[in-house]
């Protein structure tokens, strides 16, 4: 016991007003550099070392961005210091589009996530540029055809009934009001689950996808802390895990497309079906890897997002009763549920005010509010400021859908009708599927998806909002959604749910 307290009188106790002195001098150059950067921006004179602000973000994510939203009011900018980032929050919507335009490698990266990239993994379709991100959107081009997306729509509308269906069963059950986000989310897996990869996904399978798929979204709301037993490290294993489930779908999709006189059944064959037509014709090949990749990358564009959506339509249609019943009245024209048949593309297209309120429900509440990128150069971003290198940026879409809009504050389908055409006026503000070369490429899925279950949803099911002091307020997880994950009491409405089949 003597000899290692004589190596800390003798050795280390004469060097700790060094060592203070050294740590202090790194702290001062910390807030200096800190400082250097944010210049004139409206953002925190102080920062803690190291972590910054991260603590309250991963807290409270609401207060944190709104504060930063009510620092940028004025200049359309606002800055702040999270876990050794420098970061730059973007309200103005001619900025964020000037980010959105200059997404290549001496501007900006697209990231996704501050920490995307030890997530999603190096293939992402998020992280590439130039012409090979070209050349894959042209290749993705085919899984949303008219002929591809009516596909889609009838599966999506068997899957919503099947859950739609359980969900009134817990209803009657419980007697309560039931929360609707992890149900819809569920739901929502389920549907990508079968869309994108269809019968090449297992039952046994699709469970590990389930567990797989939780460990990511916890993974995505925590600090990077990459160490054994973290939930971060779960995530980052997981996302292996998927890709590496999703590219032995791709294989099997790609040998049954080889086979030739096979229809497309799903995403992933009708991108095989391409491919192979594309091999046969001379041209590059793509691996499963990377397929899987990019497939989880659709994944999580619609699982998350359209999660968001399907929620905050279901709380924006109980307080909005008004619309509810122009829904319900318009649906009734177009589809009779006791007909049994599926609804067609036809008449999904003739739903007009059910579009506008899919629309105004991704307008009024955008589901991904911010849109990360990294700044790869110093890059003149005004006249007076330029973003320095390595800054993480947050051009917001959640502000830029409430500029310009007639009364933006209000939730308002009609602003989407033929006489207002506010999509066209307004168009550069409405950002909630972003802007530039990595504009969403499945957008029309996604409304698809909206406008079926909201029809379904208003015309099969009575339900009404279990209403608390701020239950709609938002929350992220990591998309938005009602602060009481959306409590709802359900009753069918309808005589019988429909028998729908692909028959």
């Not at 279950?453 to 959604?481: S, W």
Request: proline share 5%; hydrophobic share 45%.
């Amino acid at each position: 016991m003597k000899l290692p307290l004589i190596i800390i009188n003798t050795l280390l106790l004469p060097l700790t007003p060094y060592l203070i002195t050294f740590l202090l001098l790194l702290l001062f150059l910390e807030q200096l550099s800190y400082l250097k950067k944010k210049r004139t921006l409206p953002g925190p004179s102080l920062v803690l070392p190291f972590l910054g602000n991260a603590v309250s973000l991963v807290r409270n994510p609401t207060r944190f961005w709104d504060f930063q939203s009510s620092l940028a009011a004025s200049s359309g900018l606002s800055a702040n210091y999270i876990v050794g980032k420098f970061i730059l929050f973007i309200r103005d919507t001619s900025l964020s589009h000037k980010v959105f335009a200059n997404v290549r490698p001496d501007a900006f990266t697209l990231v996704g996530h501050p920490f995307g990239k030890k997530l999603f993994g190096q293939h992402n379709l998020i992280y590439m540029t130039g012409q090979e991100h070209k050349d894959l959107r042209r290749r993705i081009a085919p899984n949303f055809t008219p002929k591809a997306l009516a596909t889609y729509t009838a599966l999506q509308q068997i899957i919503i009934l099947q859950h739609m269906k359980n969900w009134v069963g817990l209803a009657s059950r419980t007697k309560n009001a039931i929360a609707l986000r992890f149900l819809v989310r569920e739901m929502n897996l389920h549907t990508s689950q079968t869309v994108f990869m269809g019968p090449y996904l297992a039952l046994e399978a699709r469970e590990r996808f389930k567990s797989d798929y939780n460990f990511f979204n916890v993974g995505l709301m925590k600090l990077p802390v990459d160490l054994p037993g973290t939930a971060f490290r779960n995530a980052r294993l997981a996302v292996a895990r998927l890709v590496e489930t999703l590219a032995g779908c791709a294989k099997q999709s790609r040998a049954k497309m080889e086979a030739e006189k096979q229809e497309p059944t799903c995403l992933i064959d009708f991108w095989m079906q391409e491919t192979v037509k594309e091999l046969k014709a001379g041209g590059g090949d793509i691996s499963d890897v990377e397929l899987g990749a990019h497939l989880f990358d659709f994944l999580f564009a619609a699982q998350d997002a359209s999660t968001s959506s399907l929620l905050w339509a279901v709380a924006l249609l109980d307080s909005h009763p008004e619309v509810l019943a122009k829904v319900r009245e318009e649906v009734a024209g177009v589809w009779e549920p006791e007909s049994d048949e599926l609804i067609t593309a036809e008449q999904l297209a003739r739903m007009r005010y059910t579009h506008a309120v899919a629309r105004e429900v991704v307008r009024y509440r955008a589901p991904a509010t911010m849109v990360p990128h990294i700044a790869a150069v110093d890059f003149p971003l005004t006249e007076t400021y330029t973003v320095p290198k390595g800054t993480i940026v947050f051009p917001s879409a959640y502000e830029s859908c409430f500029q310009g809009f007639t009364e933006p504050e209000r939730f308002d389908p009609d602003r989407f009708s033929e006489e207002r055409q506010e999509d066209r006026v307004y168009k550069k503000n409405y950002l909630a599927f972003g802007a530039g070369a990595h504009q969403c490429v499945g957008q029309r899925y996604a409304l698809n998806h909206l406008v079926l279950f909201i029809a379904m949803f208003a015309t099969l099911l009575d339900f009404k909002r279990h209403r608390t002091d701020g239950c709609d307020d938002i929350m992220f997880v990591p998309t938005i959604c009602p602060k009481d994950d959306c409590k709802v009491f359900l009753s069918m409405r309808c005589r019988r749910f429909p028998a729908l089949t692909l028959q």
